[in-house]
């Protein structure tokens, strides 16, 4: 093991197992039902979330990791080591990214480097795993960032299609999305993170539909047989998302297929049903 550590937050949604398997810290958000709060991945797991939200009179509210989680875990793995990466989703959804950096500016004897991979979920989980291969191999975290910029720069695509704009609506967490909110029970919208936040792709008008449109957009990008690493996402919706999988393995012989959810924070603002394909070329 070399003289860096690599920490996430709970929205990459990486399984405990594999976490510890890489040595993969994870600091939580926080999904607040009324006067509850939970910690994601830790008080309050993906099943247990979507069978409370379909109780729920209000949609749930997020929020990020206070300043000083940031900074007790800081502290204590500086005790071990000398560099820590930290891989945030998107800081134009959350200020997750803002109090990583404002704790790395607190904190001694340890060099804190953040990174915002401008993303969520699974998509942001390929820039934790690359990262976490680099430092159990030994490699600097200067190494570690270069590459992390290095897959920002080429590209991860991430597709995913909801049941209604509805949750992201109230949320506030989707932009540039007015054309589409005066059909919001017609359509079943496909949307992509771009630019550091969720934005509208398409108009479509059947799920059917939907998912065909996700199979084009990742046919178009991988029929060059270049080796391709892919997550089927699901809202709670495991068959399909292993339905999804197996028909993506049997017609790409160059494309690697994981699995992964949309836990509690994701879910808040995406609900449950959402199916999303996420992709990049290592």
Do not use: C
């Not at 709970?10 to 009324?34: C, H, Q, W």
């Not at 939200?53 to 990791?65: D, F, H, I, V, W």
């Amino acid at each position: 093991m070399g003289n860096t550590v690599v920490i996430t937050d709970s929205t990459s949604y990486i399984d405990e197992a594999i976490r510890k398997e890489k040595n993969i810290m994870m600091i939580p958000l926080n999904v607040i039902f009324g006067a509850e709060s939970f910690l994601e991945e830790i008080e309050l797991s993906s099943m247990e979330f979507y069978e409370r939200m379909r109780g729920a009179e209000e949609l749930p509210k997020t929020s990020q990791p206070a300043v000083g989680e940031f900074l007790k875990l800081y502290e204590e793995l500086g005790e071990e080591y000398s560099d820590i990466v930290v891989i945030t989703l998107a800081s134009g959804i959350s200020g997750t990214y803002q109090s990583a950096v404002t704790a790395g500016n607190m904190v001694e004897d340890v060099n804190v480097h953040v990174f915002d991979s401008e993303i969520s979920s699974s998509p942001q989980a390929f820039f934790v795993h690359e990262a976490a291969d680099m430092a159990l191999e030994g490699r600097s975290a200067k190494d570690i960032m270069a590459r992390l910029n290095d897959i920002k720069e080429k590209g991860v695509e991430a597709f995913f299609m909801v049941n209604d704009l509805t949750n992201l609506r109230l949320g506030g967490r989707l932009t540039g999305a007015q054309a589409f909110f005066g059909s919001l029970l017609q359509i079943k919208p496909v949307l992509e993170f771009k630019d550091g936040g969720i934005v509208p792709f398409e108009k479509i008008r059947t799920r059917r539909k939907a998912l065909a449109r996700l199979k084009e957009l990742f046919d178009n990008d991988v029929k060059d047989g270049a080796r391709v690493n892919a997550t089927v996402i699901h809202a709670n919706r495991p068959d399909d998302a292993e339905e999804f999988k197996n028909e993506l393995e049997d017609k790409y012989a160059n494309v690697t297929v994981d699995i992964s959810y949309f836990g509690p924070v994701l879910g808040t603002h995406l609900g449950e049903g959402a199916i999303g394909l996420t992709w990049y070329k290592p």
